[in-house]
C-alpha cells in the first residue's frame, strides 16, 4: 500500500473512532464549532452572526439556519445589536454553556488518553502533521487555509 492510501485509511479509521465521541451529540458538525466559536471567542454581547459564519465558512444562510437551530435548542439567545439594529449577535446561554462544557469534558478525557499514550512531544507533532494535512488537502480543493483562521 503506497503512503497516501496508508494516510487515508488512517485518517478514516480516526474518524470513524472519533464520530462515537463528537462533542454534542446531538448537534451537526456546524452547530457544534459554532456554539464552541460563541463560547471562546463572544464577548459580554455575543458573536457578531457574521463573524460566525466567516470562522466556520459558512454562506449567510447557512449560518442563520444553524443560529436557529442552537436558539430553538436553548443553546443560544440570538439578540440584535445596540448600535447597530441589523447585526445579529448570539450568546451562550447558561444551558448551552453547561451543555458544552460537559460534552467538551468527555472528549478532552477521551485526548488526553491518546496524549498519554502518545506523549506530549508526539501529540504536539501530530497537531502540527495534521494542520498541515488540513492545509495541504484544502489548497488542494482551493478553499481552506488553517494558518490564517488558526481554529
Known sequence: MDAGEELLAAWLKLTVSIRGNR????????????????????????????????????LK??????????????LVELKRGE???RTIYALAT?????????????????IRAVEEKLGEDNCRLLTALTNK??????????RYDHGKDNN
Not at 94 to 110: D, F, I, T
Open 23 to 58: 462533542i454534542l451529540k446531538g448537534l451537526s458538525l456546524n452547530e457544534i464549532m459554532a456554539l464552541r466559536a460563541i463560547i471562546s471567542e463572544g464577548g459580554p454581547e455575543g458573536l457578531n452572526a457574521k463573524m460566525v459564519g466567516e470562522r466556520l465558512r459558512l
Open 61 to 74: 444562510s447557512q449560518t442563520h439556519n444553524v443560529l436557529r437551530t442552537l436558539e430553538d435548542g436553548g
Open 83 to 85: 448600535r447597530d439594529q
Open 94 to 110: 447558561p444551558r448551552g454553556r453547561e451543555v458544552y462544557s460537559r460534552e467538551h469534558g468527555q472528549v478532552m478525557e477521551l
Open 133 to 142: 494535512a488540513i492545509d495541504a488537502a484544502g489548497q488542494a480543493a482551493g
